[in-house]
């Protein structure tokens, strides 16, 4: 095994992401958050809105990417990601657009 595929063996093991948030790939080291978890998913399935609001680097974007929407995908859901920087609306709508039109065919 060379010294690369070591580290990167190593690395596969490793549950901390660093200061980035946790994602969908991650969800198997995403613990402690259990409650909200499933506190958010009944509401997701239960409401055609919900917002997922807090303080900068409180963990909403880990607890939504790593519990909510990879729960959801496991169950089948179709998901998007949009990130709302300064023009939040818009952001959405084309997040929305591209999965509409990716998910569609025309045969």
């Keep these: 095994m060379t010294d ?3 580290k990167a063996a190593v690395n596969a093991l490793i549950p901390f992401v660093g200061l980035r948030p946790f994602d969908s790939a991650d969800h ?13 998913l009944r509401k997701v399935r239960n409401n055609r809105f919900t917002a997922v609001v807090g303080a900068s680097g409180s963990g909403k974007s880990s607890l939504v990417r790593a ?9 089948g ?18 997040a929305l657009s591209e999965a509409a ?7």
């Design 67 to 75: 519990g909510i929407l990879a729960s959801l995908a496991e169950d």
């Design 101 to 107: 039109h990716s998910s569609f065919s025309v045969e």
């Design 28 to 40: 198997r080291w995403f613990h402690g958050r259990d409650r909200e978890i499933a506190a958010l």
């Design 4 to 6: 690369s595929q070591k």
């Design 77 to 94: 859901w179709q998901t998007i990601l949009a990130k709302p920087g300064s023009a939040p609306i818009a952001k959405l709508a084309a």
